[in-house]
């Protein structure tokens, strides 16, 4: 094991809208090293959700290279794809629509490591299921909740489980806490940092909230129009931001410490 | 923020163009017995000032709001307390009180032009003129080009675009309350950063009692004056903008917490415990005591009721002030 875990290279994405062709992510390269969280900042239409599922192989219309452990995961055939889709998972934002609502959440983490061919009885496969559940700190009696029964942020849980439980070593997160109450959003960024440090899960974190970016992120790529328009660690990044752009995300940010700070210097407050 | 009197409610002062007092509202599920979704919610909106109601999802913030204009969905009722108007201020959505939403959808209609919308809602002695007040409602909002505006139609305008239209609808009645729900929520930060400058610009101009309901404390922190923290249907801390530096409650404490910092100096957060119980599985006592690291035996049995917080403000603790244990 050497190099980084994920390398892109001028990797392009393009929708046909009619005759038009648009492109979402206009050449874009970065690399994700092991064990460290990429930080993929932008507004809505910069193209991350669009680059997102392209180095995971979900997009049609991708040039460029996108080299997972060192293999071409643009070019995988279907035994080296089902390989790739165990190790490098998504998990979106909204977990009530990724969640199947007939299915209880143990019964959901079970038909995944059965089709994966991770647990031959039925026994076996609750057994890891209640493991899974455990180690996204829920307690195994949820194996019994149908979707709806279970909070948003339990639900988040669930989905983290379900990636976890194949096996996943790589997990692109598209806005993961922005359905979140605050509080809830706490629990599951410590809970995604605790993945990080104790299982050496890589992360690709997509988001606007630069706060969240900054707690998890190890660097930073900001994206407009579908290009990388700054990059660095995020401490650097989100700190004396170098490019207008980043500068007038960073401005924007509602910040309650500082917002009362410029208030109080102005006297409005 | 008025002076609390002792037992915490807020008086309402000779300026205020609406207070409420001791809100509650109902619900009544088919056959079954009243539940209440907000309650003991006193609020006091006052010309060129922006009061917050901010909590999370679910604690009552936009029933609150729509209580007030007569918006309530089916089944539920504002059927305690009561709400007072300054004389001359009317008391209906599109004239004394006006609203705006997360979801422009809400207000826009997708198949009239702007300008026939705003139309609509221009108080009668003003349809004359109409041209020229709706132009300065769409410079107002921050349009360059109100005629190209005025004749397009809500889906051919951009999100932040939207947003600002839904304004100039909600200005053009001449309301003396703002409600904005949400107003920025759904929108990228730069331009809910303008969307909320403008907020702040048209209640001082327009003289504008502004009703802000938002989950974001950040939002709360850049343009409010007064705040009420809302938990599982109740006010739980209530005073002026600063109590964010230093809050009283454990709940309100707790919220600032979980908050990650723009600096990153906190390899841990400290999220709450828990989550926000669904309506009908409130638990007695002080609801947030399952989740509040201070909680004892007395926070189960009795509700705390809103208390006075040092000059101005309240807090419902058993813990704080006279008494108490934080
Ligand atoms: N139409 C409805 N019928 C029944 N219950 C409802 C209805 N609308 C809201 N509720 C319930 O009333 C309570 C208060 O809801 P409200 O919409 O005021 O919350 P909120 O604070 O605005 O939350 P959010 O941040 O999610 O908008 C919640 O428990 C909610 O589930
Ligand atoms: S009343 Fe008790 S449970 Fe409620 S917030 Fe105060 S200390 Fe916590
Ligand atoms: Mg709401």
């Known amino acids: ?160 489980a379900r990636a976890l439980c194949v096996g996943a070593e790589f997990l692109v997160a598209d806005e993961p806490v922005s359905a979140l109450d605050v509080s809830v959003q706490a629990q599951i960024l410590n809970l995604l940092k605790s993945l990080q440090e104790n299982r050496g899960i890589t992360w690709m974190l997509i988001g606007h909230d630069l706060a969240v970016m900054r707690h998890m992120a190890d660097d930073v790529i900001v994206m407009k129009a579908g290009e990388v328009v700054e990059r660095g660690p995020a401490a650097d990044v989100l700190s004396r931001p170098a490019h207008p752009y980043t500068r007038e995300l960073l401005a924007s940010a509602p910040n309650v410490a500082r917002a009362l700070e410029r208030r109080s210097r102005r006297g409005t407050v | 923020m008025k002076p609390a009197d002792s037992n915490g409610r807020v008086k309402g002062g000779a300026d205020a163009v609406l207070t409420a007092s001791g809100l509650g509202v109902g619900f009544f599920p088919e056959g079954k017995a009243r539940l209440e979704v907000v309650g003991e919610v006193d609020l006091c909106l006052r010309p060129g000032r922006t009061t917050a109601l901010v909590g999370e999802s679910g604690c009552g913030k936009s029933i609150t709001a729509a209580s007030l204009g007569g918006l309530l969905p089916r089944g539920m009722a504002l059927d305690r307390g009561e709400i007072r108007w300054a004389a001359g201020a009317e008391c209906r959505p599109g004239r004394g009180l006006a609203y705006v939403f997360q979801d422009p959808g809400e207000c826009l209609d997708p198949v009239f032009t702007i300008g026939s919308q705003i139309r609509e809602v221009l108080p009668k002695e003003e349809r004359g003129g109409a041209g020229e007040r709706m132009s300065a409602l769409l410079r107002t909002v921050g349009f360059e080009d109100p005629a190209r505006v005025l004749a397009s139609y809500p889906h051919q305008l951009s999100g932040g675009m939207q947003q600002r239209a839904m304004l100039a609808l909600a200005l053009a009645g001449r309301p003396r309350v703002l409600v904005a729900d949400e ?26 009692a502004v009703l802000l309901i938002t989950h974001n404390l950040g939002v709360v922190a850049e343009i409010a004056d007064e705040v009420h923290v809302m938990y599982a249907g109740r006010v739980v801390e209530s005073g002026p903008v600063e109590l964010l530096r230093n809050p009283r409650h454990p709940y309100v404490k707790g919220l600032l917490k979980a908050l990650p910092r723009l600096d990153g100096a906190d390899s841990r957060l400290e999220g709450i415990e828990g989550s926000v119980p669904p309506l009908g599985r409130r638990p007695a006592g002080c609801r947030f005591h399952p989740r509040c690291p201070l909680a004892r035996a007395v926070c189960q049995e009795r509700e705390p009721e809103m208390r006075r917080r040092g000059e101005e403000g309240a807090v419902a603790c058993w813990a704080c002030g006279e008494g108490g244990w934080a």
């Open chain 1, 1 to 160: 094991m050497s190099g980084p875990l994920m390398n892109v290279e001028d990797l392009r994405v393009a929708y046909r809208a009619g005759r038009r062709k648009v492109e979402a992510v206009k050449g874009v390269s970065f690399e994700v090293g092991r064990g460290k969280c990429l930080g993929v900042v932008g507004e809505s239409g910069s193209g991350k959700s669009s680059l997102a599922r392209a180095v995971l192989g979900l997009e049609a219309e991708v040039s460029g290279r996108v080299e997972f452990d060192g293999q071409d995961v643009l070019s995988l055939k279907r035994a080296g794809r089902l390989a790739f889709r165990r190790r490098a998972q998504m998990v979106f934002q909204d977990p009530i629509g990724s969640l199947n609502p007939r299915m209880k959440a143990g019964a959901a983490l079970a038909e995944v490591l059965r089709v994966h061919g991770l647990a031959k009885t039925r026994a076996e496969a609750a057994a890891q299921a209640a493991h899974w559940l455990e180690t996204v700190g829920m307690d195994a009696a949820y194996a019994g909740r149908f979707p709806h029964e279970l909070s948003g942020g339990q639900r988040q849980r669930v989905n983290l």
């Open chain 2, 183 to 208: 107003p920025t929520t759904a929108l990228d930060v730069t331009v809910q950063a303008k969307i909320l400058r403008l907020l702040a610009e048209l209640q001082r101009q327009e003289n504008l």
